[in-house]
């Protein structure tokens, strides 16, 4: 069974620090690893899309990168500002439409 | 495109009565799933259909939860009776397998309180 788990749960830096979030899946057949945003009282918003064939994703001053082998994702935020503040969720994807979703790392970023 | 429309957004219902969560794909987009976000278990997907038809319900958690699509631009989520461990924030995504079958849109949510 598919489990996904993210370190921190929480993090708090100051603005204009680099950060990295981790990911972490014990089954390595996967079809593709999203990372989500999530603010407070909305929905989600997908960040970045890795397909299991590739390595990393960037935009902006976002960049996800994916071991499958290992099973670990990361998610790095460069030069963080106090609009980054939400909770960041790390899904994978296995055949079908099945998404198992990680429980988030919820991130304060401080002016 | 307004997006996933959710209602309602905030919900409050003593045990035992019926609830009903609405929701509104994007239009165009063939595939409605509902999930469920608790802090104890995340998110959890509960049930998605693709054009209309449920296709995999096996996270529906028990017979009290129900769900229909009839019609593309249209689903709910029931819970009768419903308890106070249904207490969550419930979401709805759709996507579309032409355009970006990869990305699930998701709606605002709706937090259930069930006292």
């Known amino acids: 069974k598919q489990e996904v788990t993210q370190i921190p749960a929480a993090l708090s830096v100051p603005e204009g620090e680099n950060l990295v979030l981790n990911c972490s899946f014990t089954d390595s057949a996967i079809y593709n690893l999203q990372w989500f945003r999530q603010d407070p009282g909305k929905g989600l918003t997908s960040l970045l899309l890795i397909q299991s064939s590739q390595r990393e994703q960037t935009s902006g001053r976002l960049n996800a990168s994916l071991d499958k082998s290992s099973g670990r994702s990361t998610l790095y935020i460069a030069a963080s500002q106090p609009g980054d503040s939400a909770t960041y969720l790390c899904?994978?994807?296995?055949?079908?439409?099945?998404?198992?979703f990680g429980a988030g790392t919820r991130l304060f970023v401080k002016a | 495109d307004a997006g996933v429309i959710q209602s309602p957004r905030h919900e409050v219902t003593e045990m035992g009565q019926e609830v009903t969560l609405r929701c509104k794909p994007i239009?165009?987009?063939?595939?409605l799933f509902w999930y469920r976000q608790t802090m104890m278990r995340g998110l959890e997907l509960l049930i998605y259909?693709?054009?209309?038809?449920?296709?995999?319900d096996s996270g529906m958690p028990e017979d009290r939860f129900s769900a229909k699509m009839p019609n593309a631009s249209f689903s709910t989520l029931k819970i009768q009776p419903s308890e106070p461990r249904d207490s969550a924030v419930y979401f709805c995504?759709?996507?579309?397998?032409?355009?970006?079958?990869?990305?699930?849109?998701f709606g605002p949510g709706t937090r259930l309180t069930v006292l």
């Open positions: 259909f693709n054009n209309n038809v449920p296709i995999d």
């Open positions: 899904a994978v994807k296995a055949g079908g439409f099945k998404t198992i």
């Open positions: 995504a759709s996507s579309s397998t032409s355009r970006d079958p990869d990305t699930q849109y």
């Open positions: 239009s165009g987009h063939d595939y």
